[in-house]
């Protein structure tokens, strides 16, 4: 069965730097799309970052553009967010996800993720 873990995690202080990571076994990672989502408390699960299967495109939410960066090692299964410049909206929990699809499409809705992660916490202080 498929399995979905992210690493990383934590608190830090505004304008500083965190990077997650995911793990997924159980399956072909190379023929799907990953995305990062988070989730804030009272707030629906929204999306922050997507990268088609062989990783030539990623697009951003608008919120995270220019400050988030998305990568993916298929030979390693992995999946990687870098986060610069991090603010206290950034506050949430963040979940990895693989979609039924080879490309992310143009607005890649949650329905398109099969399979997600626990997620992992990652906390902005001001």
């Known amino acids: 069965r498929v399995q979905v873990l992210e690493s990383g995690g934590g608190e830090v202080q505004a304008g500083e730097s965190m990077r997650l990571g995911c793990q997924a076994s159980?399956?072909?990672?190379?023929?799907?799309?990953l995305a990062w989502w988070r989730q804030s408390p009272g707030k629906e699960r929204e999306r922050v970052a997507c990268?088609?299967?062989?990783?030539?495109?990623?697009d951003y939410a608008e919120p995270v553009k220019g400050r988030f960066s998305v990568s993916r090692d298929n030979n390693k299964s992995t999946l990687d967010l870098q986060m610069d410049s991090l603010k206290p909206e950034d506050t949430a929990i963040y979940y990895c996800?693989?979609?039924?699809?080879?490309?992310?499409?143009?607005?890649?809705?949650?329905?398109?993720?099969?399979?997600w992660g626990q997620g992992t916490q990652v906390t902005v202080s001001s």
């Open positions: 996800a693989v979609s039924r699809y080879f490309t992310c499409g143009t607005h890649w809705p949650i329905s398109d993720f099969e399979y």
């Open positions: 990268i088609d299967a062989r990783g030539d495109f990623r």
């Open positions: 159980g399956t072909t990672l190379g023929v799907h799309a």
